[in-house]
């Protein structure tokens, strides 16, 4: 057993990396590779490291990190929309499955308070993996992914008067009383109301003079004191760290540093949900599954049997067909990260008949979470499967179908980056009849432009596989719209391998790699800031009346002289970078209009009228994507609205197609 601190973390990190990419590299989800690295190096493996308390803790921090960011996507517009999902479906599901439980936990002689916490714990489901995997699998914003979001909203709003009731249970030398319950409840209303209203008289101005400091790591130690401080204050009331995270988050959303405070606690959130599902993994009792591997394998089939019929039964009384039903069923039937949470309290001082239930239902659990992304990953197979293919497989499959496919074998651009320049030159080449292939390392912006039915791919440019993939071979040029120089060469570099006579357009901010580009074998490289320049000139020579033949000809010899001209320039010491003033933001973004929300029926121009200062440059309705929607549109249930604006117009926008 290593006890060094820094010897476990080590451990961890060399593991976590070897086992990870070998699961990446297999197409399996990255959360397999954590939990396999806990299991193997866990306390029931190899036994190199225990669980401790800081590893706990930092766990639990990668929860409340996720419930952050849970927080700043789900607004309270969009809460209102969905109303009957989260707190119709959400309700149904956890008080059905809690109440059958602790009914058949009573019925095994454990006593209703404990039988309703372990009810409680197995409606769970685990949030970090689901939102995670799905998101990867970009089948979030689906019918069975939204109905997921909603089940695992409410469930991690249920938590906590489970939280309370387990933390009264667990309170040694005393009785549970229905009056320490109260208190204990009272409390946590307290520290939620005590988090709100800081939230909302205190969050806005500090965050608004630290954001005019203009001192990145200030803005980015305060994101932090805002998490950890909302879940601190939740924690220190018998609430769980998670709901105070999750509080935070939807504070921060209604303010206009949304985005930024995103960007900030990813890198957190990521590192610390690995050390989450390595935890995770630790728990996994190999030798109690060895020994009660019949008891803990029927524990296992009976609740997420149990569940899922549960599930299945209440989605489709909500109106849905099976199909999405039994995918919503197949997805919201395994085990959660809370359930687990839950047992682990109530095992601290149970006695028989408690333990012995608890106990390999504890390793089922954990069994559950270990094989989850098998069923995550298939879940329209085993949906068919169950059905006997009576699910709609051909209006559900184009939707989820690669639109880059057809595309790929056609003559067409690849575009490197879908940013603001990767999108307006899209623009320009869909309005003159040009096909293109984009790629991204943004998995927001690939998600939300493959709902917009962009033909965009998650990916490294530089990736020789990817390029083949998305048909360099058929491409007739290859446009670079990073800013990195560096980036830019090693992705001329890949296309050269695979196609030494494609033409390639690269842009750059100025002519600091102008030479290493066109060595690379760029065919043209287009400085932004000189483009900035002979458009300028070019203006300027039009009004002092020079013949327009005559500023064509300067614009081109300049062109044609590789800017040489312009490069006679004394670059001032405090000189800013491009776009400081972040003039530049505006950005696509697509909205799904849930059942229930305000548009439904409504068209364009009344959603305008409401304030909705963007541009609506599509909508996209049964796989089928129309451009620039006319003000008379109606919009409909389940369609994807593609907006264009600034960020702060755009969360305006959304507001008002969800809630009015």
């Known amino acids: 057993m290593v006890e060094d601190p820094l010897t476990q973390v080590l451990l961890l990190l060399a593991a976590a990396l070897l086992v990870v990419a070998l699961a990446r590299r297999l197409g399996l989800p990255a959360i397999l590779g954590y ?220 303010t206009e540093y949304r985005h930024q405070v995103e960007a900030v606690i990813k890198p957190f959130r990521d590192i610390l949900l690995g050390l989450f599902f390595i935890t995770v993994g630790m728990l996994l009792d190999l030798g109690m599954l060895w020994r009660e591997f019949a008891l803990i394998a029927a524990f296992w089939l009976a609740l997420t049997v149990l569940k899922a019929l549960l599930v299945a039964t209440i989605v489709r009384a909500y109106g849905l067909p099976w199909f999405k039903a039994v995918r919503s069923a197949v997805v919201l039937s395994i085990g959660g990260e809370f359930g687990i949470a839950l047992l682990t309290i109530l095992l601290r001082d149970a006695a028989p008949p408690v333990s ?86 943004d998995p927001a912006r690939v998600r939300n432009a493959r709902q917009a039915g962009d033909p965009v791919v998650y990916g490294d440019s530089s990736d020789d596989e990817l390029l083949r993939q998305v048909g360099v071979e058929n491409a007739s040029a290859v446009v670079v719209t990073f800013a990195s120089p560096a980036t830019s060469v090693g992705i001329i570099r890949s296309v050269r391998l695979l196609r030494p006579d494609v033409p390639i357009l690269v842009r750059t901010q100025d002519d600091t790699g102008l030479k290493e580009l066109t060595e690379a074998g760029a065919t043209e490289v287009v400085p932004e800031t000189f483009e900035a320049s002979l458009m300028l000139v070019s203006h300027t020579l039009m009004l002092l009346n020079v013949p327009v033949s005559r500023v064509v000809r300067t614009v081109g010899a300049i062109r044609s002289n590789r800017y040489s001209t312009l490069r006679s320039l004394f670059r001032r010491e405090d000189a800013l970078p491009i776009d400081e003033t972040h003039a530049y933001r505006e950005e696509l973004k697509s909205v799904v209009v849930p059942p229930g929300a305000w548009a439904v029926g409504r068209s364009i121009g009344e959603v305008r009228a409401r304030g909705a200062e963007v541009a609506f440059t599509g909508v996209r309705r049964q796989g089928i994507l129309g451009r620039e929607p006319s003000p008379q549109m109606r919009l409909r249930e389940g369609d994807v609205v593609v907006l264009y604006g600034l960020p702060e117009a755009l969360e305006h926008a959304e507001a008002v197609l969800l809630a009015g």
Do not use: K
């Not at 707190?87 to 008080?95: D, H, M, S």
């Not at 298939?378 to 639109?403: F, H, K, M, Y």
């Open 35 to 254: 939990l396999a690295v806990g299991t193997a190096l866990g306390p029931f493996a190899f036994g190199l490291i225990d669980e401790s308390a800081t590893t706990r803790l930092l766990a639990e921090l990668g929860v409340v990190f996720l419930l952050f960011t849970l927080g700043l996507e789900f607004s309270w517009p969009r809460m209102v929309a969905m109303r009957r999902e989260v707190f119709g479906l959400g309700t149904a599901q956890v008080v059905l499955t809690t109440s059958l439980v602790a009914a058949i936990a009573h019925a095994a002689g454990v006593a209703w308070p404990q039988a309703v916490v372990i009810g409680g714990a197995v409606s769970m489901s685990s949030t970090a993996i689901i939102l995670q995997q799905l998101t990867e699998m970009s089948e979030l914003n689906r019918t069975h992914g939204r109905i997921a979001f909603s089940v695992l909203l409410f469930q991690d709003l249920a938590v906590v008067p489970f939280l309370v009731l387990v933390g009264v249970l667990s309170v040694r030398g005393e009785a549970f009383t229905l009056e320490r319950l109260a208190s204990t409840l009272g409390l946590g209303v307290l520290a939620v109301g005590v988090v709100v209203l800081a939230g909302r008289y205190l969050l806005r101005p500090l965050l608004y003079e630290i954001a005019h400091s203009r001192v990145r790591e200030l803005f980015t130690l305060a994101v932090l004191f805002v998490a950890l401080g909302s879940a601190w204050t939740s924690h220190a009331a018998g609430v769980s760290m998670a709901a105070g995270g999750f509080l935070a988050g939807v504070m921060l959303a209604e």
């Open 356 to 441: 012995e239930l608890v106990q390999p239902l504890f390793v089922a659990i954990v069994l559950s979470m270990v094989t989850s992304p098998f069923l995550l990953r298939n879940n329209r197979q085993l949906a068919r499967l169950v059905l006997r293919e009576r699910g709609p497989r051909a209006a559900a499959a184009p939707p989820e179908s690669d639109p880059t496919a057809d595309v790929a074998r056609r003559e067409h651009v690849i575009l490197c980056g879908f940013g603001r320049v990767g999108q307006n030159v899209a623009r320009v080449l869909e309005s003159q009849g040009f096909e293109y292939i984009a790629m991204d390392l």
